[in-house]
DNA sequence: CTTCACTTGGCACCGGGTGCCGAATCCGTT
DNA sequence: AACGGATTCGGCACCCGGTGCCAAGTGAAG
């Protein structure tokens, strides 16, 4: 993070922004696999090189966001006051950490529907998702006094991104309701350890 | 399914479970990475083309025995009473699905290493995850009397699988007791919505 | 022997991803 | 104005995973 306001060398040919929004519309017009690594550096002018210098693959053009997420979700996890309880406290965060401006929420939904269509986008979901699993393994390891890597707290960190999932797919699918509706009511579910009278038909 | 039991034409140079064999033995050996498709090929005596017609991936050659868990899975569920109360008998059905041989437990622990320390393999789980999500989704489903792509069935499928990723982590990595004993506490959790009596520390 | 069914090897080819190096551009210093 | 360090760039060669294609090997059935 060397933050010199005065920069120096030569002057990037594009931005990671840019690039992110070239992909993302190449990909929803022609698909992910038919799109290649060149489409996208030849619309920004710049090389296929200098594609892999803003993003180690292709795939990962498309999850700054998510990772931006999973940062915020730690910062606010951090934070959480000793009274709330456990899972309370995950289900608060992590339906506070989905709020998008509106403007936002096309391209959202957009990349949803890739990350949630294309195979090939689905395996590059794992490191992702990783560290969105750890950021709440580790809350829960702490609150369980256990270290990050003990049975509950994975368990813990692990179903509840899986949940948030179920809940993602069913509002990118759907597009009728907030998503944050979708995230608060999947979770209290988990919270109940999904038993009948809690997930009795909604909807 | 042409169960001929006289075949015709050239017999097969190698078998599924030969390439399996060398294959988990290279990557534990020499690393994923460092291993081509090619060295497995060599050493089974046939060519690269032909490992891509039993295998449509390199990584696909560690997940045969998972993909078979996944329909004892399904076909389990099929049959389960409708006295048993659902998220019981998921864990009664899947752990019962991890009862291994004693001489397979090396492998599988050797397969498990690698697939959760290795980034391509875990990207390459993708698929087969969703396959395993799939067959516990829908039987959520019919228990609730909903559409397996509905919100709750998806994300039990999808809990259901990450806690036992949790188990089953923690069990490669200890080595100390029985995987199915890991599920088991596990599921149990998870069936009680990881409330703070149902996840006080064991261990 | 011929024909059919089936597997195999080999080749060309594509695209993702990396290492390497020299060139372009801007800044500050002399 | 000239130089040097810093930074990004383009382009090339290269590796490897994966696919389409076709000809050749091989065994059983007619």
Redesign the pocket.
């Known amino acids: 993070m060397?933050t010199d306001n005065?920069?120096?060398?030569?002057?990037?040919?594009?931005s990671r922004k840019e690039l992110q929004r070239i992909a993302l519309r190449l990909f929803t017009e022609r698909g992910f696999e038919a799109?290649?690594?060149?489409d996208i550096a030849d619309e920004a002018?710049?090389?296929k090189?200098?594609f892999?210098?803003y993003f180690?693959?292709?795939?990962n053009v498309l999850w700054s966001d998510f990772d931006a997420e999973v940062a915020e979700i730690r910062a606010a996890l951090a934070e959480v006051p000793q009274e709330e309880p456990m899972m309370a406290a995950i289900r608060r965060v992590v339906v506070s950490a989905n709020h998008y401006a509106a403007e936002d929420v096309a391209d959202l939904r957009a990349r949803m529907n890739l990350i949630g269509s294309v195979p090939a986008l689905q395996a590059s979901a794992a490191v992702h998702y990783d560290a969105w699993e750890r950021a709440v393994s580790e809350f829960a390891a702490r609150r369980l006094g256990q270290p990050s890597t003990s049975l509950f707290a994975m368990a813990i960190g692990r179903a509840t991104l899986a949940t948030c999932r179920a809940a993602y797919d069913r509002w990118s699918a759907l597009a009728d309701s907030d998503l944050t509706k979708y995230l608060d009511v999947a979770l209290l579910a988990l919270a109940s350890g999904f038993a009948p009278d809690a997930v009795a038909a909604e909807h």
Do not use: D
């Open positions: 060397t005065r920069r120096r060398g030569r002057p990037p040919g594009t799109t290649t690594v060149e002018g710049v090389s090189r200098t892999f210098r180690n693959s292709k795939a």
